[in-house]
């Protein structure tokens, strides 16, 4: 079984020169996603379409594009759910981050600021399960590590996909914010950090103008964020942290 | 003297830590890549860091790489690593008679392997079915493919090599029986240009049959897609895979919060499209439950098809096709200055590299050695920067 939908997908040179949108109309088997149908346009198409993408099952955060108008990872979006919300389906590149080419963004500032924030993409504290607290009948209580298996890594949720750079609303009016992913990070990598120097310095980051203190609240970094990673309870905590080490050190 | 220049085509697993493993030797290396970086096969991978127990049975050769590689990777970038290990396990007689195949197979290939009872393997496990018998802890892992080519490809620009994604091989250049460079257009720019090299190694996995057409040379390279279905809850601990000859969903991969059940096998001829076959995401789900119940009751997350480059071998099938892999230098075919590397895993990317490296080196009069087992790999994010 296949579907046929129309795609409007937005075309740029670099720096988003000649900007447009181009319609392709795309047949697809009926369980394909959005980036399916992307990268059906560039195989049956327009061999000049641009786009990033790698592993196809939200892990590697490279894909993320507006679909009808919202950050996602197009990867684990059906084509189908898109359809029934618009059609033609639109596709845009992320907002605030320069534009390369077609969908693809320039993520070297973002990735700057992920470099600094030192988190880690593996991370030792968390228990190996429960990894999902709701309705798993209790078994998760009942885990233990046998030996040899005390040694477990996990990888961070985060996928730095950018998504939570694109629809916050404080990023658009400051490019200096350092923006939900690296705040959470920074937040992330003080937990992890058993030095009480390191966790001062990555509070010390976290703090100033263009820091914690600049968010509006509007919680759109939650709410878009495909991982769960909560951005914007991260920068809460941190403000309340920076609140607390302001107090301390007063009455010190 | 001017340093020798190779040009690697293609930023998948093997062109990465091909070019990492060239500049450490002091080539002047550029990497060519028609997409972003782990777009083709690499990307979409199972994220399996093998042990080797997959292979050690039917293929010994792939086991003990796998084996050997996983612990190499572990000191060059022990933080990508999701070190969770693998369980091997026994629903029926068929799988516990195979069991003792097996454990003979990982002593062959040096593959730390430890038995584990019913009990032992439900306590590790609670998610796993109630049929095991029995199971065997092996050192498999968990690493992500995007970033596991980010930190060769950062590495390598780190000393001196230039990487160019979105640039596409239109041609190779030729003359008089020689490569000498390649023909590429900048998809976001449009424009064209030729780069020389002294030396053109094909590393474009399914595509590298296409890339050496180029020169009117053969490569025996098979596209052979797999299909992976992600469903959004982790519920294993370790990788979970069924204690017999590798077959359809044999296997639950857990990564973060999720878990990735592989995988089928056929061919196609043309690598760039392949639509999913519904029947083999529905017998995913159904081999999957057979291994941890919990499968049936947890949504879809993602679905995923792309071929591997297998070597083919005439008359033999692609699930018995070795996972080793091969180095092709086109001299045979009376080509100089191009050399195709193919086959194999991500997790023996690096030895892969270390092999292609070696020919390259050898016709180029380098003697410069292999360093890649000892250099520990910079941050990925640096590719960006």
Same mark, same amino acid.
């Given at each position: 079984?296949?579907?046929?939908?129309?795609?409007?997908?937005?075309?740029?040179?670099?720096?988003?020169?000649?900007?447009?949108?181009?319609?392709?109309?795309?047949?697809?088997?009926?369980?394909?996603?959005?980036?399916?149908?992307?990268?059906?346009?560039?195989?049956?198409?327009?061999?000049?379409?641009?786009?990033?993408?790698?592993?196809?099952?939200?892990?590697?955060?490279?894909?993320?594009?507006?679909?009808?108008?919202?950050?996602?990872?197009?990867?684990?979006?059906?084509?189908?759910?898109?359809?029934?919300?618009?059609?033609?389906?639109?596709?845009?590149?992320?907002?605030?981050?320069?534009?390369?080419?077609?969908?693809?963004?320039?993520?070297?500032?973002?990735?700057?600021?992920?470099?600094?924030?030192?988190?880690?993409?593996?991370?030792?504290?968390?228990? #190996?399960? /429960?990894?999902? $607290?709701? %309705?798993?009948?209790? +078994?998760?209580? =009942?885990?233990?590590?046998?030996? *040899?298996? !005390? @040694?477990?890594?996990?990888?961070?949720?985060?996928?730095?996909?950018?998504?939570?750079?694109? #629809?916050? /609303?404080?990023? $658009?009016? %400051?490019?200096?914010? +350092?923006?939900? =992913?690296?705040?959470?990070?920074? *937040?992330? !990598? @003080?937990?992890?950090?058993?030095?009480?120097?390191?966790?001062?310095?990555?509070?010390?980051? #976290?703090?100033?103008?263009?820091?914690?203190?600049?968010?509006?609240?509007?919680?759109?970094?939650?709410?878009?964020?495909?991982?769960?990673?909560?951005?914007?309870?991260?920068?809460?905590?941190?403000?309340?942290?920076?609140?607390?080490?302001?107090?301390?050190?007063?009455?010190? | 003297?001017?340093?020798?220049?190779?040009?690697?085509?293609?930023?998948?697993?093997?062109?990465?830590?091909?070019?990492?493993?060239?500049?450490?030797?002091?080539?002047?290396?550029?990497?060519?890549?028609?997409?972003?970086?782990?777009?083709?096969?690499?990307?979409?991978?199972?994220?399996?860091?093998?042990?080797?127990?997959?292979?050690?049975?039917?293929?010994?050769?792939?086991?003990?790489?796998?084996?050997?590689?996983?612990?190499?990777?572990?000191?060059?970038?022990?933080?990508?690593?999701?070190?969770?290990?693998?369980?091997?396990?026994?629903?029926?007689?068929?799988?516990?008679?195979?069991?003792?195949?097996?454990?003979?197979?990982?002593?062959?290939?040096?593959?730390?392997?430890?038995?584990?009872?019913?009990?032992?393997?439900?306590?590790?496990?609670?998610?796993?079915?109630?049929?095991?018998?029995?199971?065997?802890?092996?050192?498999?892992?968990?690493?992500?493919?995007?970033?596991?080519?980010?930190?060769?490809?950062?590495?390598?620009?780190?000393?001196?090599?230039?990487?160019?994604?979105?640039?596409?091989?239109?041609?190779?250049?030729?003359?008089?029986?020689?490569?000498?460079?390649?023909?590429?257009?900048?998809?976001?720019?449009?424009?064209?240009?030729?780069?020389?090299?002294?030396?053109?190694?094909?590393?474009?996995?399914?595509?590298?049959?296409?890339?050496?057409?180029?020169?009117?040379?053969?490569?025996?390279?098979?596209?052979?897609?797999?299909?992976?279905?992600?469903?959004?809850?982790?519920?294993?601990?370790?990788?979970?895979?069924?204690?017999?000859?590798?077959?359809?969903?044999?296997?639950?991969?857990?990564?973060?919060?999720?878990?990735?059940?592989?995988?089928?096998?056929?061919?196609?001829?043309?690598?760039?499209?392949?639509?999913?076959?519904?029947?083999?995401?529905?017998?995913?789900?159904?081999?999957?439950?057979?291994?941890?119940?919990?499968?049936?009751?947890?949504?879809?997350?993602?679905?995923?098809?792309?071929?591997?480059?297998?070597?083919?071998?005439?008359?033999?099938?692609?699930?018995?096709?070795?996972?080793?892999?091969?180095?092709?230098?086109?001299?045979?075919?009376?080509?100089?200055?191009?050399?195709?590397?193919?086959?194999?895993?991500?997790?023996?990317?690096?030895?892969?590299?270390?092999?292609?490296?070696?020919?390259?080196?050898?016709?180029?009069?380098?003697?410069?050695?292999?360093?890649?087992?000892?250099?520990?790999?910079?941050?990925?994010?640096?590719?960006?920067?």
């Amino acid at each position: 079984m296949t579907i046929t939908a129309t795609l409007e997908v937005f075309r740029c040179a670099p720096g988003g020169v000649d900007g447009r949108f181009e319609s392709y109309d795309v047949t697809v088997h009926d369980n394909a996603t959005v980036l399916d149908a992307i990268e059906a346009v560039w195989a049956n198409h327009d061999r000049s379409l641009v786009f990033r993408h790698a592993c196809h099952h939200a892990s590697c955060g490279s894909c993320g594009v507006l679909v009808n108008g919202s950050e996602v990872l197009p990867c684990i979006v059906d084509l189908a759910d898109a359809l029934r919300q618009r059609s033609p389906v639109r596709v845009e590149p992320l907002r605030n981050l320069p534009l390369a080419g077609d969908l693809v963004v320039d993520v070297t500032g973002f990735f700057e600021r992920m470099l600094a924030s030192t988190m880690s993409i593996t991370r030792t504290a968390e228990d #190996a399960l /429960p990894l999902d $607290a709701d %309705d798993d009948g209790g +078994r998760s209580q =009942a885990v233990s590590v046998p030996d *040899g298996l !005390a @040694r477990f890594n996990r990888f961070e949720n985060c996928v730095e996909c950018g998504i939570c750079i694109s #629809a916050c /609303p404080t990023m $658009a009016t %400051d490019e200096r914010f +350092r923006g939900p =992913a690296m705040l959470a990070a920074l *937040g992330r !990598a @003080r937990a992890e950090s058993a030095d009480p120097q390191q966790r001062e310095h990555l509070l010390d980051l #976290a703090d100033g103008e263009h820091g914690v203190w600049r968010c509006h609240s509007s919680w759109e970094c939650t709410q878009r964020c495909p991982q769960q990673v909560d951005p914007a309870e991260s920068i809460m905590e941190q403000r309340r942290e920076i609140l607390r080490r302001r107090f301390r050190r007063r009455v010190r | 003297m001017s340093r020798a220049r190779v040009i690697v085509i293609g930023a998948g697993s093997t062109g990465a830590a091909t070019a990492h493993d060239l500049a450490l030797r002091g080539v002047d290396v550029i990497v060519v890549e028609r997409g972003e970086v782990a777009s083709g096969t690499t990307g979409r991978n199972h994220c399996l860091l093998h042990s080797g127990g997959r292979y050690c049975v039917n293929d010994e050769e792939a086991g003990i790489e796998c084996i050997d590689e996983n612990l190499t990777l572990r000191r060059i970038m022990p933080d990508l690593l999701e070190l969770n290990d693998g369980l091997f396990v026994a629903t029926d007689e068929a799988d516990r008679a195979y069991m003792d195949t097996f454990l003979e197979a990982c002593a062959r290939c040096h593959i730390p392997a430890r038995e584990l009872s019913r009990a032992q393997a439900l306590e590790a496990e609670p998610f796993l079915t109630p049929d095991v018998l029995a199971a065997v802890q092996v050192p498999d892992g968990v690493f992500e493919p995007f970033r596991f080519c980010l930190a060769f490809l950062a590495t390598a620009r780190a000393n001196g090599a230039q990487v160019r994604t979105f640039t596409e091989v239109t041609d190779l250049a030729t003359s008089d029986g020689f490569v000498s460079g390649v023909e590429v257009v900048d998809r976001r720019t449009g424009r064209s240009e030729t780069l020389g090299a002294d030396l053109v190694i094909n590393a474009g996995g399914p595509w590298a049959e296409h890339l050496a057409s180029m020169a009117d040379v053969d490569v025996p390279v098979s596209p052979t897609p797999g299909v992976m279905v992600t469903v959004g809850r982790r519920l294993a601990n370790m990788v979970i895979n069924r204690c017999n000859v590798p077959s359809d969903g044999d296997i639950v991969v857990p990564q973060r919060t999720t878990s990735i059940i592989g995988t089928t096998s056929w061919s196609v001829d043309d690598p760039d499209h392949i639509p999913i076959p519904s029947d083999h995401v529905d017998r995913m789900m159904t081999r999957g439950r057979s291994l941890i119940p919990e499968v049936a009751s947890t949504p879809i997350r993602g679905v995923m098809a792309v071929a591997r480059p297998l070597i083919s071998k005439p008359g033999v099938d692609a699930r018995d096709v070795s996972r080793t892999f091969e180095c092709f230098d086109h001299k045979a075919d009376g080509i100089e200055g191009f050399v195709t590397i193919s086959g194999g895993k991500t997790t023996t990317a690096r030895a892969m590299a270390e092999k292609v490296s070696d020919i390259v080196c050898g016709k180029l009069g380098s003697t410069a050695e292999c360093r890649t087992s000892e250099v520990p790999l910079v941050s990925y994010r640096r590719f960006y920067l």
